[in-house]
């Protein structure tokens, strides 16, 4: 009997370069096309198994984010855009493209979940980390990762893991889990750094405690430190856990030449976390784990270390 191997999903759609912060921000539309333009010059395209993502029901935000909070970015999109907080922004194609990756990414766990693929990618913007149940910030508009993990275990999951390496703490995921005992989150981020949350002592609260692991590295950090934390203190825990499904908030912004941090990670680095976050993933949750875009605002830092992300992912799967 020849065995099926599933492939790779890769999630992605064009409303998602349509949000338009405004000129000159960062988290801009080119992050997208720089990444489409690395994966279709270097061939790893053709390995992937390409979607299109669907739109977020607002009964699926609703599981992490208030109606308020959904009704307020809708209205600010709808009225041509404007400014959410000091440094969020929408446009008027903003609310499709949050609907879009949340969406995207609940598709991609739908489709690891039932098996057609064996893990994905979710090339998706606005992010998702930053955003709180009735509050929008550092360039998140709706918690993608969160929407994702709460739809996991409405699905009848048990235990869902969660590991952001964005260069930011998850200030959202973080609270809006930390309560929560099925739902583990592991941050691996710079210290001090925005948005000034994700201390070590963080480890969560009530029924939660004991489900949050943050692991601040100082700047000029590097692969050393980053992955020994990950080693040691990070993935102990995580196995201890035993999730049934794998998420990753995963942010490029550590990359050395990112302009927004002080952290000297390589696309090394991220092939390295990858591999261990799979090699996790096949022990505890049958290999099933969604990788998701946070950060990262050095287009060619990006587009690299998202296909040796990627490029792990798909080895993994053959």
Sequence with gaps: ?????????????????AHDPGRGHPERPDRLRAIEARLAGSGLAQALARHAARPARIEELERVHGRAHVEHVCAASARGGGRLDGDTSVSAASFEAALRA????????????????????????????HAERDEAMGFCLFNNVAVAAAALRAAGLARVAILDWDVHHGNGTQHLFERDPSVFYASLHQWPLYPGTGAADERGL???????????????????????????EILPELAAFA???????????????DPLAATNLTEHAYAEMSARMLELAATHASGRLV????????????????????GALVEHAR
């Design 1 to 17: 009997m020849i065995r099926r191997v599933s492939p790779t999903g890769f999630v992605y759609h064009p409303a998602c370069v």
């Design 102 to 129: 949340a969406g995207g990414t609940l598709e991609a766990c739908e489709r690891v979940l039932a098996g057609t693929w064996s893990n994905a990618f979710v090339a998706v913007r606005p992010p998702g980390h």
């Design 206 to 232: 009530g029924p939660g405690e004991g489900t949050t692991r943050n692991c601040p590295q100082p700047a000029g950090a590097g692969e050393r430190e980053w992955l020994g934390a990950l080693e040691r």
């Design 243 to 257: 999730p049934e499904f794998v998420l990753i908030s995963a942010g490029f912004d550590a990359h050395r030449l």
């Design 291 to 310: 990788a998701v875009l946070e950060g990262g605002y050095h287009l060619e830092a990006l587009a690299a270390s998202v296909e040796t992300c990627l």
